[in-house]
């Protein structure tokens, strides 16, 4: 990340520095310098408004595809996040990236997680595992990268999860406690 916000820093500042060299050229007629000088400048300054100015705008002004988390909202304590999750199968959607989508995600009581998900078209388009963890009033999930926590939050007959802008990322239902594997090959048996 921060390779990446120098790179930005540095073309930033070419471009800049292009666009004061420009001005000052045009100033004093030079206008081969400031042909030369303003189309650096108007391309980097360019490409990085392309760049950089969605992310900026989104963070400045929200997520126009998520609503915001409404004020009867009520936040769980630890010791509710903890029965809500451990030992339990949940099922609802979730934002990704630009699209909502459709997961069942199970959360065993010894910190372990799988999922399954993808388009509403095709919910079991993917597969993950992982693990979660309570701490303070936050539950946190660990998809192979580091934990990342976030409070949970009573919605209705459901419950949200949000970003750190108070926008809804994710609704589900407790769908009951994970079934186990003797009782699906049970049922499997007595369904053929």
């Not at 540095?10 to 292009?18: H, K, W």
């Not at 969605?54 to 630890?78: F, H, K, Q």
């Amino acid at each position: 990340m921060w390779i990446g916000i120098l790179v930005l820093c540095t073309f930033g500042a070419a471009a800049l520095v292009s666009a004061i060299f420009a001005i000052r050229s045009a100033i004093h007629g030079q206008w081969h310098m400031t042909i030369g000088l303003a189309v650096p400048a108007i391309g980097i300054g360019g490409a990085l408004v392309i760049i950089v100015g969605p992310t900026v705008w989104m963070e400045i002004a929200g997520n126009p595809d998520l609503e915001s988390l409404p004020e009867e909202a009520r936040s769980l304590s630890g010791k509710e996040i903890t029965e809500l999750y451990a030992g339990m199968l949940h099922e609802g959607r979730y934002y990704n990236e630009d699209t909502w989508e459709a997961f069942a995600e199970s959360y065993a009581s010894d910190g372990d997680l799988s999922g399954v998900g993808g388009p509403f078209d095709d919910p079991q388009a993917s597969t993950w595992s992982g693990a979660w963890k309570v701490e303070g009033d936050e539950v946190c999930f660990d998809y192979g990268d580091e934990f990342a926590c976030r409070p949970v939050f009573r919605l209705g007959e459901g419950y949200a999860s949000v970003n750190h802008r108070d926008e809804i990322t994710a609704t589900f239902v407790p769908a009951g406690p994970i079934p186990e594997p003797e009782a699906e090959a049970e049922a499997e048996a007595d369904a053929s």
